[in-house]
């Protein structure tokens, strides 16, 4: 990231940034690993380091949430690196290249989602059924960028939902869906049928699926956003931490970019660890995880309960008011 060369920001940009002087701060923070490491040493911690040599190094048997956001099959720039498109059986063996060093990090019970668009798509459930039982594939609605002229502008990405066995966690209550309800209907004796509310405000508590239309990809209003080109949102990740894992459970993401997975874990209470290549963006992600002791609040989910997108005045009303100010 050249940081000579960074313009003023819009007075409404809220995108994180770094300069200098907090680059040389937050890296004292970072840890770098170059022998064998217990899980009190990495506990809460960003890697900094390349998956291949790291995960070697790493303790047995101690995830019990794994989230893989893996560079797709495409030519991407991130920062001090790139990513070169491959043929398609290649990338198939670059993802079980890391994949297969990851399975003795994994509990038992441990639950894994991974990443994909529509190109790296079946080379990664290829590589997942090797290894875990696929339970499902989530497809969520990623709207951003203004299209194609030439062809079908692409919005969605995959999420392969696995496990390392047929017990796993699944809190369904912890992710279910705040809707807003069009049509209040009413039971035979004035009763609301299926839904609360007081008459302007009526919502109703739905069982989340596999096709989620409901996130907002961070931009440059929001305090979440980082100048990382492939960022997921927290509210994203929150659903998957949420369902797949409880309290004091152990998160882990070996592509942790800006440190959307280790924020969001913190901010719900598990405990968390990733690792990342670039300099600049363990040091964002390491911002981002000190910020979270100030501010906790996750756009889209408030109260316990994810609302729809858009619906953001009904749960602004509802933040704290430490978090309202903090926002502004």
């Known amino acids: 990231m050249n940081l000579n060369n960074q313009k003023r920001k819009a007075p409404l940009n809220r995108t994180l940034t770094l300069s200098p002087a907090e ?8 840890l770098g690993i170059k022998e064998k490491v217990s899980l009190k040493d990495i506990n809460n911690k960003i890697i ?10 790493l303790p047995n048997n101690f995830i019990d949430l794994l989230f893989i956001d893996p560079p797709y099959n495409l030519y991407k720039k991130f920062n001090s690196g790139k990513f070169l498109e491959m043929d398609d059986s ?3 063996k670059w993802i079980d290249s890391w994949l297969s060093k990851i399975i003795r990090l994994l509990k ?12 790296s798509s079946n080379a990664v459930y290829n590589s997942a ?3 875990f039982k696929v339970q499902n594939r989530i497809t969520w609605e990623r709207e951003k960028g203004r299209g194609s002229k030439s062809n079908w502008k692409n919005c969605t990405e995959d ?20 809707r807003k309800v069009i049509a209040p209907y009413k039971t035979l004796d004035g009763k609301p049928k299926d839904w609360a509310g007081n008459g302007k405000d009526n919502f109703r508590i739905t069982h989340p699926s596999n096709i989620w239309t409901d996130i907002t990809i961070p931009f440059w209003s929001m305090p979440e956003n980082t100048e990382h080109p492939t960022q997921k949102p927290e509210k994203l990740l929150a659903k998957i931490i949420l369902a797949s894992s409880n309290k004091g459970d152990f998160v882990f ?11 969001t874990a913190k901010k719900l209470g598990r405990n968390f660890s990733g690792v990342e290549i670039d300099n600049y963006y363990c040091c964002l992600a390491q911002k981002r995880i000190q910020l979270a002791d100030i501010d906790k609040s996750i ?6 309960t994810f609302w729809e997108r858009n619906s953001f005045q009904n749960q602004k009303s509802k933040m704290p008011t430490g978090a309202k100010k903090l926002k502004k």
């Open 48 to 57: 900094q380091g390349d998956i291949f040599s790291t995960l070697d190094l």
């Open 108 to 119: 038992m019970g441990a639950s894994v989602y991974i990443c994909a668009d529509w190109k």
């Open 23 to 30: 680059i040389l701060s937050l890296e004292e923070n970072i």
């Open 159 to 178: 999420i392969w939902f696995c496990t390392m066995s047929d017990k796993y966690i699944f809190n369904i209550n912890d992710v279910k869906i705040k």
């Open 299 to 304: 756009q889209g989910y408030s109260d316990g």
């Open 129 to 131: 059924k090797k290894y």
């Open 253 to 263: 993401d070996p592509f942790a970019g800006s440190g959307t997975t280790l924020v």
């Open 90 to 92: 290649s990338y198939e």
